[in-house]
């Protein structure tokens, strides 16, 4: 598997990176490297250095009347810490610019809410992270926006379910706990000619592997919490944007006064600097697990779009240069017991929320709870895994003792 070469670095950073090598396009794991770094602005330390920051200091009246000219002018407002992080992930989604979050939830709700007024009307896939569909009912109703949700295998059908207020399409691809692959191709040449802003929830891809921004999306949004930190450590939400939609998502976390800590932001760029090669592994190790775990008596469907199966496939094929190492299955109906028996036992799977770290997780769901445009007819038990960095070896053994507890 190999990655594709990617544009330049943003030409809108404004914190320099170490100079490139010109006329040339730098590749993606050139990009990750040195993205939004400056030593030479920093005493020659390789990474950006922490600045814990509110107050920041004019020495005088002039400078301080000036002050808005001043990128660096208040803690809230961003740092070198911040600045040098959200360089680094506009290179990599593509983007005009990026919008650091708490968390990637309020990199949804911050997303929407900037998008959408009071008579406007939303459209979100069915498959999404549970969160956006809470947030979809829960917040945008309350503040008068139509919600609908849709069949993320609509494709072009989209166009039917427009409506003249129409202002947004939320998308994942693959979506959330079922890993259906959505057309984004499509909706997004229904929705541009309509002026509709796009969205795609590109954590899953780590925006290593999709770039949906090239596609003509406006938006990419991610959890950094997950493959961007890549070490289970931290919470972060990153809003990627073309260049027609930056300023007015910029301004609106602005007025929400969204900022992130400088901790997380450092450990984020910290993370950043290995996603390539992570995501590689990632994408080898779930394969490796996923055609193990197809040839399982007990398994009764394997959803990951790296599969040649999957009927995500082929969109995943054309749109995608790897695949991440969370995808879900689906066990025969089992009783209580010896699913706990089973996932109790594992030594190497952690069972907890989240992914994207480098360890392998497991987590039984139920799809059908989150999900009002379609309906999860699947029987059996659905599991979502995360495969990590371990040997698969290792891993095959873990859950091939799993396996013999379930059958007891
Ligand atoms: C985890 C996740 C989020 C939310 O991220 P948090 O940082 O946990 O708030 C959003 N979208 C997807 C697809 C996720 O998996």
Redesign the pocket.
Known sequence: MSLSPTSDIAPSQTVAMTEPPRNRRLGLDTVVCHAGRDPSAHFGVVNPPVFHASTILFPTLAALEAKAEQKIRYGRRGTPTTFALEDAVSALEEAAGTVLTP??????STTLLANLEPGDHALIADN??G??RHCGNEVLRRFGVEVDFYDPLVGSGIEALIKPNTRLIWM?AP??LTFEMTDVAAIVAAARPRGIVTVV?N??SGGVFFKPLTLGVDIS??????YISGHSDL???TISCAEGSYERVKAFAQRLGICVGPDDAYLAQRGLRTIAVRMRQHHANALELANWLALRPEVTRIMYPALENDPGHSFWKTHFTGASG?FGFVIRETDRRRLAAMVDGLRLFGMG????GYESLVLPTDPRVLRSATVWSEPGQCMRMHVGLEDVSDLIDDLEKGFERLGR
């Open positions: 968390s990637g939830a309020n990199a949804i999404v992270y969160p956006c994942e979506g959330s929830d954590t899953w949004v991610q959890a950094g919490t997950k919470m972060l939400g969370l929320s989240s992914w994207g």
